[in-house]
């Protein structure tokens, strides 16, 4: 059964208005008590309606001229985490990367905006005083912790965030990803593996989560299974 606002509402020990609230970014409660209510709704598995939102936000503006309409500022940020700009710049794929993302914004007569946070604090401040239309997130998200998803969900909820080149293996289908076909990688690898050697063929793991290794992984295992080599 999907878990309903009621329902975190009952666990929060606060009512629907208040969690709704929460989600919306209102100031009319307070930040100790937004966090309790993203938390539990991390914990119960609760998926936020962002459009239902937005849709009620825009009602709200249009009927109360105390509240200013959104204004683009034609900027996007690209986050990079738990790096820094020499690397990136030294990578040729995230090289390539970059350079086709400001083409295909700047041809839409907009610019990207580059953060490089250190820690969750910083990824926090930068997305809380953004003022730029869209968020693009890119680079060792796996290390994100799950109470950070709270504020995902938050920003979510107001802007389009979009993670680019990988995702966050339990939360998946909670928000946009764009990625590449990892699992074709582990496919065709381990396919030109049993085709080229009559031995083992091992799949070696960094140890470190990632989603993109784990999406390879699974590539592998199909075509061991097939080729009943596991």
Request: hydrophobic share 35%; net charge neutral.
């Amino acid at each position: 059964m999907p878990i309903s606002l009621s329902m975190v509402a009952s666990r929060a020990g606060t009512s629907k208005a208040a969690v709704s609230r929460a989600f919306s970014g209102s100031s009319e409660i307070s930040e100790e008590t937004r966090q309790r209510i993203f938390k539990i709704a991390a914990e119960l598995g609760y998926i936020h309606n962002a459009s239902r939102s937005q849709h009620a936000r825009l009602i709200r503006s249009q009927n109360d001229s105390s509240v200013p309409p959104a204004e683009r500022t034609n900027l996007v940020t690209l986050l990079f985490y738990k790096t820094n700009r020499a690397h990136v710049y030294n990578v040729p794929y995230y090289q390539e990367l970059i350079g086709q993302l400001d083409k295909t914004f700047r041809s839409e007569g907009m610019n990207i905006i580059e953060a490089y946070p250190q820690n969750e604090k910083e990824y926090s401040r930068i997305m809380k005083t953004a003022s730029t239309d869209a968020l693009i997130l890119l680079s060792n998200i796996e290390y994100l912790t799950d109470e950070f998803i709270s504020l995902l969900r938050l920003y979510a909820a107001h802007k389009p965030l979009v993670f680019l080149s990988n995702y966050i293996g339990k939360y998946k289908n909670e928000f946009h990803s764009v990625r590449a076909d990892d699992f074709g990688v582990g496919t065709n690898g381990a396919e030109y593996c049993c085709e080229n050697n009559n031995g083992e063929v091992v799949f070696v793991d960094s140890g470190l989560g990632m989603a993109v290794v784990e999406d390879r992984f699974l590539g592998y295992k199909t075509v061991m299974y097939r080729e009943n080599r596991q």
